[in-house]
């Protein structure tokens, strides 16, 4: 086929707003029945005003009507919230914060009290009680976030009653109980940490009757606060817990055993991977043990910019890796001693909930479970798909690594003319401490398709690189990160990569991938000739002030103190105070009901920039929080943002 020479940036693509609307409504993560191994998801709909709702996977029938959005609000960010044991799904309505109990056949039926402040998260199931439910309790009735209670709960599904189990930490997460359900595990953590800086895992003994659930003996048996992050709990067995620790300075497996009171690494030298990814959402699970024997467990890990699979001996420390095509892997759930479920992506395929059995270990057998939608077929052939080369360039002034994905321009019906370099996306994620992944984003590949490089930028800060390179932002934010999105771009202009067009690059980002976006026109005005922030943050000092609980005393290790601790420094950090030193033309897109990053942080930093002269577009979506749930504000921030690139570079289709 003769290919149509015209400039990068100009070519027609069949990857519509359309197409890429589809692909949001996809798994937000997986559960399944311990013991019936039946097989959920819980799916965003973004045609249905974004709501969240049960599907039965291998049937691929929603559990609930469409009244229902599953889904909770603990740590704003939620996760985890529904849980299936025996037939009986139980979870969290949006709406009212209640929990409901759907046997099947029947109408949910709620088991807590009415109370809109209440938020439960993170459901265990008592396996000789089961009418008995632990969970990650918030109580909101005093809104201030120094106000807000979190601690775990029993509800009584019985008597529709909660009682307080655990407290005295800041933060709760991931109960679970051994086989027997005489013991029970969990996650805590105490600010100023974060999960991924300083967690620990306790241990306590269970007693449980027809009424009630009490817990004694407890005992802190991995972690500890600001130096060792321990998570990720799940019993292997009635003796043996199964979790993760970065003491090594990777999260790596270790094991804590009941009879011997003691926890040990499960590798004889540690491994320079990751086996887990910080805890934003608590419904994110990246290993699990296989049997109840506490032999054998499955994990996935980072490597070389891609996930890969593991089988590992629990026993003797052996570690196998699995064959497999997926290059992010996500949500990984037991569904019997042989196999697991997992969210899977590959570079060229949409993602897929992959049933994973382990029978053979030397060939593993992926299976797709649930049925096809007309989302799962591409209306395009693999050929227009962009594969992304992951790079590690050199950070100019410590020698270290600075890590990118790179997606070139792709399109089989077009060529570029000769000597033309394209222009380029540089993506910050947001987190901060969190990295983009592979995988096959539509998104991308509809700026690919048309003939624009896109680049994501893992800066200084990520994950999956281990705790040093997620610490190199410490006390740093807005220097290390953006420093690294301009020796992107930098390097990759330059021989020996000469990848992009330096005079036609624009840097993308939302949240704290907004304020790298905004940081990065004000300290480098010259480094990008366009930019978008996308409920980015502007105003370090209102971040402190107006923030939720999880994330309340994040800023201060990712500045290096309080306001009042370092004025200096909060100023000399928040761009809405450097705005006369941005250039570039900036779009800022911002969520009505952001509780994350409030508006006012965007309606800031635009005055200013208004006042100063220059170009700023400023878009508000009406009952949006953080993130774009509704299908037609998807489609407006797509259209919009690239629009605002094509004519700012002067791109004509």
Not at 95 to 104: N, P
Not at 237 to 263: E, Q, R
Not at 346 to 360: G, H, P, T, W
Request: contains cysteine; negative net charge; glycine residues 8%.
């Amino acid at each position: 086929m003769t290919k149509t020479i015209a400039p990068y940036g100009t070519w027609s693509s069949p990857i519509t707003p359309d197409v890429v609307l589809k692909s949001g409504e996809h798994a937000e993560e997986l559960f399944a029945d311990p013991v019936t191994s039946t097989i959920y998801h819980i799916e965003r709909r973004p045609a249905e005003a974004g709501r969240n709702v049960i599907v039965n996977t291998e049937k691929g029938q929603d559990v609930v009507g469409k009244e229902w959005n599953v889904r909770s609000g603990v740590h704003e960010y939620g996760g985890a919230p529904a849980i299936a044991y025996d037939g009986i799904v139980y979870f969290s309505n949006f709406k009212d914060g209640r929990v409901y109990r759907l046997k099947q056949g029947e109408e949910p039926e709620p088991v807590t009290p009415e109370n809109k402040n209440f938020r439960y998260a993170k459901f265990a199931v008592h396996p000789k009680q089961p009418h008995l439910l632990v969970s990650v309790f918030e109580d909101h009735t005093k809104s201030q976030p120094a106000d807000i209670v979190n601690n775990l709960c029993v509800i009584n599904t019985k008597e529709k009653t909660v009682s307080t189990l655990v407290s005295g930490a800041d933060f709760y997460a991931t109960p679970t109980f051994t086989p027997d359900g005489t013991h029970i595990a969990w996650q805590q953590w105490f600010h100023p940490d974060m999960p991924w800086e300083g967690s620990e895992i306790a241990v306590a003994e269970a007693h449980a009757d027809e009424n009630s659930l009490t817990v004694t003996n407890t005992k802190v048996v991995a972690g500890k606060r600001i130096e060792i992050s321990a998570g990720y709990p799940a019993w292997a067995s009635n003796d043996l817990l199964l979790f993760v620790s970065d003491v090594s300075g990777y999260w790596n497996p270790w094991t804590y055993s009941i009879a011997t009171g003691t926890a040990s690494a499960v590798f004889p030298k540690p491994m320079d991977e990751d086996f887990a990814e910080p805890f934003w959402r608590l419904g994110w699970n990246q290993g699990v043990p296989l049997d109840q024997e506490g032999r054998m467990a499955l994990f996935t890990a980072l490597k070389e910019g891609r996930n890969v699979l593991y089988l590992v001996s629990l026993q003797g420390g052996a570690l196998e890796e699995l064959e497999s095509p997926y290059v992010n892997i996500s949500s990984v759930q037991r569904v019997t001693h042989d196999a697991v479920v997992f969210l899977g992506e590959k570079n060229d395929e949409a993602e897929r909930i992959v049933l994973c059995n382990v029978k053979e270990y030397a060939k593993p057998k992926f299976t797709v479970v649930g049925a096809k939608t007309d989302a799962d077929e591409l209306p395009f052939t693999r050929a227009y798909i962009s594969v992304p080369k992951a790079i590690a360039l050199k950070d100019p002034e410590t020698g270290g690594p600075v890590h990118v994905l790179v997606y070139p321009p792709t399109n089989p019906e077009y060529a570029a003319p000769e000597g033309e370099k394209p222009p380029a996306v540089f993506s910050a994620h947001g987190g901060p401490t969190s990295r983009a992944t592979q995988g096959l984003s539509l998104t991308r590949q509809y700026y690919t398709t048309r003939g624009w490089a896109w680049i994501e930028v893992n800066y200084g800060g990520s994950s999956g690189y281990g705790r040093k390179y997620t610490k190199r932002l410490e006390g740093k934010w807005g220097i290390v990160d953006v420093r690294d999105c301009v020796t992107a771009v930098e390097q990759l202009a330059a021989p020996p990569h000469s990848l992009v067009d330096p005079q036609r690059t624009a840097i993308t980002g939302g949240s704290a991938g907004g304020y790298t976006v905004l940081k990065s026109l004000c300290s480098y005005p010259d480094a990008f000739a366009a930019a978008t922030s996308s409920y980015g943050i502007s105003d370090f000092f209102k971040l402190a002030e107006f923030t939720h609980k999880f994330e309340s005393q994040y800023l201060f290790k990712l500045v290096g103190g309080t306001p009042d601790e370092v004025p200096d420094v909060y100023k000399e950090r928040s761009p809405v105070f450097l705005a006369d030193k941005i250039k570039a033309p900036l779009l800022v897109l911002q969520g009505s009901e952001d509780a994350v990053v409030p508006p006012n942080q965007a309606e800031g930093i635009v005055e200013t920039i208004k006042k100063q002269g220059g170009r700023v577009e400023y878009i508000v979506f009406e009952g949006e929080g953080h993130g774009w749930r509704k299908a037609e504000n998807m489609r407006a921030a797509l259209e919009k943002e690239i629009g605002f690139y094509e004519d700012v570079f002067g791109l004509k289709r």
